[in-house]
């Protein structure tokens, strides 16, 4: 993570906020149902800041975490990340965003099967200008980062969970993101591999100030992150 | 990005086998059927080498007791000289000339040898008097055309197309030449009774007999006897230049004119134009019916094609949404699906290439010039592209679609 970002920002002094939402609600509409999966969600991130997102299946989670990675927009209320009205960006503009200012992190990885593990890291830089050597180095030094230069030329059937998920990782932080996304990124793993993982994201946001969202079940991951907000049926209780 | 893209095809040729195959059959057909068509076309351009406005066919039927009594002959061959007599004396009648060649017409005399290599040697063999030059409008490009007292002398005197001429001599000129008499081995083969030394007098660029769709055949002319027994034999049909505008009314003047002279014989005329339009009109109907045929084929591989792309599209849904997450705009991702498509159609066509390209190499199909092969690539060549970008618009347009936070949803 070498962006501009990334020298850490003391815990204790003011920081700019990376997501704000503003009553935010999204509705999920078919021709006879109508869902309600957020509500009046008002939630500021600042830069740097580690925060996790609790709540039951269903209560809205990945759908918070879909609108705050640009992935989905908001049935109503306002979305600004880095500063800037996700309702005011075309679909093009968004995947700029997305390429640039955040890096996603899934339970399941998403590893390209067919690509090996620095094809697979060097995935998002496709989309931005940038040679084929230039690509190699970030994607190499991103691998360097998670402690996975021996597996480079592995595929994902050949890794194991936790490899699988830190190429994730790299794959997160390649573009030197300054938002990181992580939704229950240690749900398919041991608890000791969970806890590697955890340890390179805590490591992410204190030594390059990376702004982490992690969607988790797990209440101990919870308390290691700086703050936790806590839905229950698409509302913020806490 | 092209290099992704090739290691991503690459990586996957085992589930992309089905397409390759797809596209290479596609891609096979097309190379078949330009190839024909460049053929046929090729053909079509070539000059005929005679004029068929205002030339009527005549044939002449007549009853053979014994074809090889002298007697006999000289009887017919003394018909078949009021006969053609009796045909130049109508004002009608520009001028006329028996041949056994009539042009579009189904049947031929050809004479064959043996080239030295081994190889049969067979060109058409027009026995005719002088004036058929007139009648056909034939352009000597060498030499001299045939004229009257040449089928007497004892080296037939002979004008050939010049395709004839390279056949034998190459690229020296055939003039005073003699055609060779060579057995299979290649040696020289003993004097035959009936055969006359045939000496090149003359050279005509070319005489397409069977038409526009034919290949060029290789044609000789000599000059017919109608007096000599020993070097003639009665002629079975004729060509007759008619002045511009003679009605079909004259055909039946003519036919009973010549009936009164030869009664036991039988006649037919028809005006060479309209045994063109028949004989384009049949050779035709197959090709229409392989192009039929062979576009119901492409539309075939081509819906199959689509339907495995689409297929292709729903299995790749995770990984398309999540190229959006990344940063791939909806253009981006539908230039993935294309380009990867592009990508397998130039392994297809590679490989597509180095089979088709294998018939002329291996001279598996001689008598169509290599170029013709090479021309039919080329052409398959630039409409498989436009032809699998089609197909895979609207596959490539799902790849579009696909929203992101639904597609990672999917476990």
């Given at each position: 993570?070498?962006?501009?970002?990334?020298?850490?920002?003391?815990?204790?002094?003011?920081r700019a906020s990376a997501i704000q939402l503003d009553?935010v609600?999204?509705?999920?509409?078919?021709?006879?149902?109508?869902?309600?999966?957020?509500?009046?969600i008002d939630l500021d991130v600042q830069k740097g800041e580690f925060i996790?997102i609790?709540?039951?299946?269903?209560?809205?989670?990945?759908?918070l975490l879909?609108l705050i990675g640009l992935?989905?927009?908001p049935?109503?209320?306002s979305i600004l990340v880095n500063g800037k009205p996700a309702?005011?960006?075309?679909?093009?503009?968004?995947?700029?965003m997305?390429?640039?200012e955040i890096?996603?992190?899934?339970?399941?990885?998403?590893?390209?099967?067919?690509?090996?593990?620095?094809?697979?890291?060097?995935?998002?830089?496709?989309?931005?200008?940038?040679?084929?050597?230039?690509?190699?180095?970030?994607?190499?030094?991103?691998?360097?980062?998670?402690?996975?230069?021996?597996?480079?030329?592995?595929?994902?059937?050949?890794?194991?969970?936790?490899?699988?998920?830190?190429?994730?990782?790299?794959?997160?932080?390649?573009?030197?993101p300054g938002i990181l996304l992580?939704?229950?990124?240690?749900?398919?793993?041991?608890?000791?591999?969970?806890?590697?993982?955890?340890?390179?994201?805590?490591?992410?946001?204190?030594?390059?100030?990376a702004t982490i969202i992690?969607?988790?079940?797990?209440?101990?991951?919870?308390?290691?992150?700086?703050?936790?907000v806590?839905?229950?049926?698409?509302?913020?209780?806490? | 990005?092209?290099?992704?893209?090739?290691?991503?095809?690459?990586?996957?040729?085992?589930?992309?086998?089905?397409?390759?195959?797809?596209?290479?059959?596609?891609?096979?057909?097309?190379?078949?059927?330009?190839?024909?068509?460049?053929?046929?076309?090729?053909?079509?351009?070539?000059?005929?080498?005679?004029?068929?406005?205002?030339?009527?066919?005549?044939?002449?039927?007549?009853?053979?007791?014994?074809?090889?009594?002298?007697?006999?002959?000289?009887?017919?061959?003394?018909?078949?000289?009021?006969?053609?007599?009796?045909?130049?004396?109508?004002?009608?009648?520009?001028?006329?000339?028996?041949?056994?060649?009539?042009?579009?017409?189904?049947?031929?005399?050809?004479?064959?040898?043996?080239?030295?290599?081994?190889?049969?040697?067979?060109?058409?063999?027009?026995?005719?008097?002088?004036?058929?030059?007139?009648?056909?409008?034939?352009?000597?490009?060498?030499?001299?055309?045939?004229?009257?007292?040449?089928?007497?002398?004892?080296?037939?005197?002979?004008?050939?197309?010049?395709?004839?001429?390279?056949?034998?001599?190459?690229?020296?000129?055939?003039?005073?030449?003699?055609?060779?008499?060579?057995?299979?081995?290649?040696?020289?083969?003993?004097?035959?009774?009936?055969?006359?030394?045939?000496?090149?007098?003359?050279?005509?660029?070319?005489?397409?007999?069977?038409?526009?769709?034919?290949?060029?055949?290789?044609?000789?002319?000599?000059?017919?006897?109608?007096?000599?027994?020993?070097?003639?034999?009665?002629?079975?049909?004729?060509?007759?230049?008619?002045?511009?505008?003679?009605?079909?009314?004259?055909?039946?003047?003519?036919?009973?004119?010549?009936?009164?002279?030869?009664?036991?014989?039988?006649?037919?005329?028809?005006?060479?134009?309209?045994?063109?339009?028949?004989?384009?009109?049949?050779?035709?109907?197959?090709?229409?019916?392989?192009?039929?045929?062979?576009?119901?084929?492409?539309?075939?591989?081509?819906?199959?094609?689509?339907?495995?792309?689409?297929?292709?599209?729903?299995?790749?849904?995770?990984?398309?949404?999540?190229?959006?997450?990344?940063?791939?705009?909806?253009?981006?991702?539908?230039?993935?699906?294309?380009?990867?498509?592009?990508?397998?159609?130039?392994?297809?066509?590679?490989?597509?290439?180095?089979?088709?390209?294998?018939?002329?190499?291996?001279?598996?199909?001689?008598?169509?010039?290599?170029?013709?092969?090479?021309?039919?690539?080329?052409?398959?060549?630039?409409?498989?592209?436009?032809?699998?970008?089609?197909?895979?618009?609207?596959?490539?347009?799902?790849?579009?679609?696909?929203?992101?936070?639904?597609?990672?949803?999917?476990?």
């Open positions: 993570m070498t962006s501009p970002a990334a020298q850490p920002i003391p815990k204790n002094q003011p009553e609600n999204k509705v999920y509409r078919t021709d006879r149902i109508e869902t309600l999966a957020l509500s009046k996790s609790m709540g039951p299946s269903g209560s809205g989670k990945s759908t879909n992935l989905d927009r049935s109503s209320g309702a005011e960006l075309s679909d093009r503009s968004m995947a700029r997305r390429n640039e890096g996603f992190i899934f339970q399941t990885f998403h590893l390209i099967p067919d690509l090996n593990v620095v094809d697979n890291v060097e995935l998002p830089l496709l989309y931005r200008r940038s040679s084929g050597n230039e690509r190699r180095l970030m994607a190499e030094a991103a691998l360097r980062r998670v402690g996975l230069t021996a597996r480079m030329r592995h595929f994902p059937s050949q890794l194991s969970g936790g490899q699988r998920q830190r190429v994730a990782i790299a794959r997160a932080i390649v573009g030197n992580a939704d229950e990124p240690t749900g398919n793993l041991d608890s000791q591999m969970g806890d590697e993982i955890m340890g390179i994201l805590e490591d992410l946001n204190q030594a390059e100030s992690m969607v988790t079940h797990d209440q101990k991951l919870a308390e290691r992150t700086e703050r936790t806590r839905l229950f049926d698409g509302r913020q209780v806490s | 990005m092209i290099r992704h893209v090739m290691r991503i095809v690459w990586n996957r040729k085992r589930s992309t086998a089905l397409m390759m195959t797809e596209l290479l059959i596609s891609f096979l057909v097309l190379c078949t059927v330009l190839s024909i068509g460049a053929y046929y076309l090729d053909n079509w351009r070539q000059p005929l080498g005679f004029d068929y406005e205002d030339v009527w066919s005549l044939s002449a039927f007549y009853p053979v007791a014994n074809r090889n009594d002298p007697v006999e002959r000289a009887a017919l061959l003394a018909t078949s000289r009021q006969v053609m007599n009796s045909i130049r004396s109508h004002s009608e009648v520009v001028v006329a000339s028996p041949t056994a060649n009539v042009p579009y017409s189904g049947g031929s005399n050809n004479w064959g040898t043996f080239l030295p290599d081994g190889t049969m040697a067979r060109y058409l063999w027009s026995e005719v008097r002088p004036e058929i030059k007139e009648v056909y409008g034939l352009e000597v490009v060498e030499g001299r055309w045939l004229e009257d007292g040449d089928e007497s002398l004892a080296d037939l005197p002979i004008v050939i197309t010049r395709s004839m001429g390279r056949m034998f001599f190459g690229e020296e000129s055939p003039l005073g030449k003699i055609i060779p008499r060579l057995d299979e081995t290649g040696a020289p083969r003993e004097a035959e009774k009936y055969y006359h030394v045939q000496r090149v007098v003359g050279v005509v660029e070319i005489f397409r007999k069977s038409g526009e769709l034919a290949q060029e055949p290789h044609a000789a002319f000599v000059a017919r006897s109608l007096d000599d027994p020993e070097r003639g034999r009665a002629p079975g049909g004729y060509v007759v230049r008619v002045e511009p505008g003679t009605t079909a009314a004259f055909e039946e003047q003519l036919i009973s004119s010549l009936q009164q002279i030869a009664p036991e014989w039988s006649f037919e005329v028809e005006p060479v134009a309209t045994m063109r339009s028949r004989s384009l009109r049949n050779s035709m109907m197959p090709l229409v019916i392989g192009a039929t045929v062979a576009a119901f084929l492409i539309l075939m591989v081509g819906m199959g094609l689509v339907g495995i792309l689409w297929q292709n599209v729903t299995q790749r849904t995770q990984e398309l949404g999540l190229r959006r997450a990344l940063g791939a705009t909806s253009g981006a991702v539908q230039g993935q699906i294309l380009g990867e498509l592009l990508a397998l159609t130039t392994l297809a066509v590679g490989l597509g290439s180095l089979l088709f390209l294998q018939v002329p190499l291996l001279h598996f199909l001689d008598f169509v010039p290599g170029r013709i092969f090479f021309g039919g690539t080329f052409a398959a060549l630039l409409l498989i592209y436009p032809f699998v970008l089609i197909c895979g618009l609207y596959p490539s347009w799902l790849a579009m679609r696909v929203q992101p936070a639904q597609a990672l949803q999917y476990e």
